[in-house]
């Protein structure tokens, strides 16, 4: 399971797909329903040069997502090469190896003065492998997204089955939910992390399981309690009474009305996640080739002189600027949705 | 009142054994004893000498109860020695664990007490200012400065710190530690400095919404009709109806000063609980990494029923159910 999400690129191009056309039915969705698509048209107007530069981001975590095999002409120097599936970023930007350390658009090599393979077309340097600063930064947008992703895949959807079933039947299994809650939430989150990341076999997707059972909590506890309100309204009270069963009374007038608060919800925990990981990251068991592993090289890197500070830079820009673009997308929807902050409050 | 507060502690003390059946789920489920010992001692090691690292260590008895061992196993060795606080080895090295966490509980908060003061001074009095002047450009480049702030990991701001102040300018030294001298608050300013820092952002945006959730209340237009200043009310009238949701934020935090910071900690070389929960990390070292967790969450249920409790004294309109 592991390897078929970070290695095989047939199961990587399936989930683009999927995504994409996922993305479009949601697309035409909000595009015919009138209050979200206003409540999203005016979240984008509050901030749209975030919205862009998130969708960037998903942009070049797309591209380096759709992978084929061939394509690579028999004369390159890379024999391997020929045989590994590439991705749209590795055919646009990659393939431009040195043997080590280089300055941005330097013409000779770091550490000893031999020159570059491909002399001043590093805007970036390389790193200590010799790959394109770059380039790595660029595919860190994948590894950025995928962890967030597919933690919120696990969290969002087990905290509403809990908080939902829990808020709207009350009794035992809310007493049950409570209390796992609770035993969850008191335990220190960061510890917690790092104790479950090493008990657990290593890889991606075992950092998100262990990251999606941190924080489906909050989500959980607030999914209950909004519940616990829209129960006792009077169109939760004449679904009843018109003889709705209770399933249909969850998915069709519960679930659309915490609609709001899950996508708030989902764009917090998504900075949340991009930055718990580049902690795991400096910890050493983070994610590979993520942005954390690139600014826990700079380590050794600052102390180098002259400093290799090309690495931590790219990195620096790669962070930064998604998690700024998505706290503010993230202010702007909430924004926009949440009636609690609308006009002049927020 | 007093059933109250019995209550409230029978549910923490639920909480606790719960959170003791997910670390044995988590550290003698997920993992086997075997695993544990191989990770030790390497994954080429004779079997016997697995089962005598395992003996060596308490980890030889059946995991479950069952026939025939119904107290003499490790679930029941489990619950008997956290709840004894009789921790045992270090997976590790095999130094006593209670040790290790006594020395390392001072430079720990050393470090965190006066980040978390510090923090704290500055959040509010900012936050205050904030929300005095709502609404102008000092709020809003506030606003931005926060959201920038938050978007920064604090990996950046050590990084950051330690080649700026530390390398550079040579105001204080990169990282170490010397105990209980002049020299050791030379060496925690950096930490502190590059925490508080990077808390700032969070904290004071916490607390913005706090006081600005309370500025709108009729009892501060009351005030103001009957003609009392912009501080007066600030200080007077809002900063006490905003002290429950400040007293919860700051009480739950308090617990976690005790376990230390892992990132500052292990980034500026200081010796405390973060730092050893990190080479327990790289080592593999389960039964410290079990402490810690246990630990933690043991202090931040009692803060939690004591703010619970603290509540019911503090302010009226909270019911006894």
Known sequence: ?346 | MLAYVVRRTCFGALVVLGVLLFLFLLFFGVTSPDDIARRAIGDKAMPHVIEQWKKNHGYDKPRLPGPGHLTDNLLVEHYRRMLTFDFGKSDADNTPIVDRLKHGAVPSLCLTVPEFLLGLLLGIWSALVVALFRGTYIDKSTTILCVVLMSVPILLFIIGGQYLIGKQLRWFPISGWERGSSAMWRFLALPVIVGVLSGFGGTVRFYRTVFLDEVYRDYVRTARAKGAGDMRILLRHVLPNAMIPVLTAVVMEIPFLFTGSLLLEAAFGIPGLGSLTVDAINANDFATLRTMVFIGSLLFVAAQIMTDIGYTLVDPRVRLE
């Open chain 1, 1 to 346: 399971m592991v390897s078929a999400l970070t290695n095989s690129h047939h199961t990587s191009n399936v989930v683009v797909l999927l995504l994409v056309l996922g993305g479009l039915w949601l697309g035409w969705r909000v595009k015919r329903n009138e209050p979200w698509h206003d409540a999203l048209a005016d979240a984008f107007r509050r901030g749209p040069t975030a919205w862009c530069v998130l969708g960037l981001y998903v942009l070049v975590a797309l591209a380096d997502s759709v992978a084929w095999k061939g394509g690579v002409s028999a004369a390159a120097p890379d024999q391997v090469a020929r045989f590994e599936a590439k991705s749209l970023l590795d055919r646009a930007v990659g393939g431009k190896t040195e043997k080590s350390y280089s300055a941005p658009l330097a013409t000779r090599e770091f550490a000893r003065d031999r020159p570059l393979v491909r002399p001043g077309t590093h805007l970036l340097g390389t790193d200590k492998l010799g790959r394109d600063v770059l380039f790595v930064t660029l595919k860190g947008a994948r590894v950025a997204l995928l962890v967030g992703g597919f933690t919120s895949l696990i969290a969002i959807p087990l905290a509403l089955l809990f908080g939902v079933l829990a808020g709207y039947f009350g009794k035992w299994i809310d007493d049950g939910v409570f209390f796992v809650m609770s035993t969850l939430a008191s335990m220190p989150s960061v510890l917690l992390l790092v104790a479950m990341i090493t008990a657990l076999p290593r890889g991606t997707i075992w950092v998100c399981v262990a990251l999606g059972v941190t924080s489906w909590v909050g989500f959980c506890r607030l999914a209950r309690g909004e519940t616990f309100k829209l129960r006792e309204l009077d169109y939760v009270n004449a679904a009843r009474a018109l003889g709705a069963s209770h399933a249909r009374i969850i998915v069709r007038h519960i679930l659309p009305n915490l609609l709001h608060l899950v996508l708030i919800r989902f764009v917090l925990l998504f900075s949340a996640l991009v930055l718990s990981e580049a902690v795991l990251s400096w910890l050493n068991i983070g994610v590979d080739g993520s942005w954390g592993q690139m600014v826990a090289q700079a380590k050794n890197e600052l102390s180098r002189d002259p400093i290799v500070w090309w690495n931590v830079a790219g990195a620096t820009v790669g962070l930064v600027g998604l998690l700024l673009s998505i706290n503010v997308v993230g202010d702007t929807i909430r924004d926009a949705l949440d009636p609690r902050t609308r006009g002049d409050r927020a």
